[in-house]
T-cell receptor, first 118, second 115 residues
């Protein structure tokens, strides 16, 4: 399977614990995005990377959230001291941005990680 | 304010009938518009996009969408609905006018096709 993969698919944790999610994008894609989706809502942008550089972070991304993409390939999203309000589906997406091009290519999404904070 | 709206939470259509899922947008610059579909317990799947050119865009699974600049709309359509089209559909729009701009999603429309 050459699509975007995410691990784990489901995570149940107790309030106050730290969790980390992993995303592996499509191999040639240089952009990687994280979104959060709650029930009945569309995905909300959290942050994105171009290669290893984190170029934008949403105000939704509190200081308890941190994302990395150290080698410009896979990415991790860590939530520290989880709260019940963090319960959501966390989606990762990737796309290809060609240098010097203004074309905006579509994003391809992974299956998501469903987080439940008890 | 830049935004995308899906005015219908749910659309119900009989199998074999045409379907329309509505989307309107408000952005500065040239709109890049997308439709995605989400099946239960799965990620979003790309259906189609409008960048420029022909206002009628054809996508996956027989879906198409019509870009209407004067009405700032990008409605999703299909001539003949299938039960398997039942899913959650999201319209999305690029903010800004560069390849670095992020996209925002509408709140989604649940499409239900009855046999």
């Amino acid at each position: 399977d050459t699509g975007v993969s995410q691990d784990p698919r489901h995570k149940i944790t107790k309030r106050g614990q730290n969790v980390t999610f992993r995303c592996d994008p499509i191999s040639e894609h240089n952009r990687l995005y994280w979104y959060r989706q709650t029930l009945g809502q569309g995905p909300e942008f959290l942050t994105y990377f171009q290669n290893e550089a984190q170029l934008e972070k949403s105000r939704l991304l509190s200081d308890r959230f941190s994302a990395e993409r150290p080698k410009g390939s896979f990415s991790t999203l860590e939530i520290q001291r989880t709260e019940q309000g963090d319960s959501a589906m966390y989606l990762c997406a990737s796309s290809l941005a060609r240098s010097g091009s203004v074309i905006y290519n579509e994003q391809f999404f992974g299956p998501g990680t469903r987080l439940t904070v008890l | 304010a830049q935004s995308v709206a899906q005015p219908e939470d749910q659309v119900n259509v009989a199998e074999g009938n045409p379907l329309t899922v509505k989307c309107t947008y408000s952005v500065s610059g040239n709109p890049y518009l997308f439709w995605y579909v989400q099946y239960p317990n799965r990620g979003l799947q790309f259906l189609l996009k409008y960048i420029t050119g022909d206002n009628l865009v054809k996508g996956s699974y027989g879906f198409e969408a019509e870009f209407n600049k004067s009405q700032t709309s990008f409605h999703l359509k299909k001539p003949s609905a299938l039960v398997s089209d039942s899913a959650l559909y999201f319209c999305a729009v690029r903010l800004g006018d560069s390849s670095a701009s992020k996209i925002i999603f509408g709140s989604g429309t649940r499409l239900s096709i009855r046999p």
